[in-house]
């Protein structure tokens, strides 16, 4: 099926630990991003990107790193994890300006001990 | 910059009766407008979205929203609620002529209670 598609569906981490969230989608989207979203504040946007070698900061960018090589891939890595990263992340991809809304993926539900 | 401010953190009402969730955006040009629905322990999906022309947009599960330019608003609507539509709600923005961000608000939790 066409999508989004993240993995892993959970992960729990320690605390200092680095690891990478993936995100692939099928739809030959140009823009694609990353929300983290916590108890009440919403979705909040970490980075983004408007195509494959070009990607720019969010809203909350600290800890994380992207990178986009190919149009397909979007992953997400955390540096050096931290308990303030337990979060559910979600990635999103759209096709040009938006327009047609963002088609997002099931979520990575981290939690860092 | 864009910003959404979502009016009711919560909203419970009985079945049956209507609802309107209630949405604000602030942004220095023209924008783009969705309304997303997260039910619990799943990604979120796409409700309806304002792009442009109609003011009145109607979107999946017998919802509808208004856009109003003039008080920055695209609030949401349903005339009966079902326990199904028991769930979280997300406005969001994004400017147009090309920026990529979508700026969501907070949410609204509406509870259907039978």
């Known amino acids: 099926n066409a999508g989004v598609t993240q993995t892993p569906k959970f992960q729990v981490l320690k605390t200092g630990q680095s690891m990478t969230l993936q995100c692939a989608q099928d739809m030959n989207h140009e823009y694609m991003s990353w929300y983290r979203q916590d108890p009440g504040m919403g979705l909040r946007l970490i980075h983004y990107s408007v195509g494959a070698g070009i990607t720019d900061q969010g809203e909350v960018p600290n800890g994380y790193n992207v990178s986009r090589s190919t149009t397909e891939d979007f992953p997400l890595r955390l540096l050096s994890a931290a308990p303030s990263q337990t979060s559910v992340y979600f990635c999103?991809?759209?096709?040009?300006?938006?327009?047609?809304?963002?088609?997002f993926g099931s979520g990575t539900r981290l939690t860092v001990v | 910059a864009q910003s959404v401010t979502q009016l009711d953190s919560q909203v419970p009402v009985f079945e049956e009766a209507p609802v309107e969730l209630r949405c604000n955006y602030s942004s220095s040009v023209s924008v783009y407008l969705f309304w997303y629905v997260q039910y619990p322990n799943q990604g979120l999906q796409l409700l309806l979205k304002?792009?442009?022309?109609?003011?009145l947009v109607k979107g999946i599960n017998g919802f509808e929203a208004e856009f109003n330019k003039s008080q920055t608003s695209f609030h949401l609507r349903k005339p009966s609620v079902h326990i199904s539509d028991t769930a979280e709600y997300f406005c969001a923005v994004s400017d147009r002529g090309g920026s990529e961000k979508l700026v969501f608000g907070k949410g609204t939790k509406l509870t259907v209670n039978p």
């Open positions: 304002y792009l442009s022309g109609s003011t």
């Open positions: 999103a991809s759209s096709d040009w300006e938006g327009a047609r809304g963002y088609t």
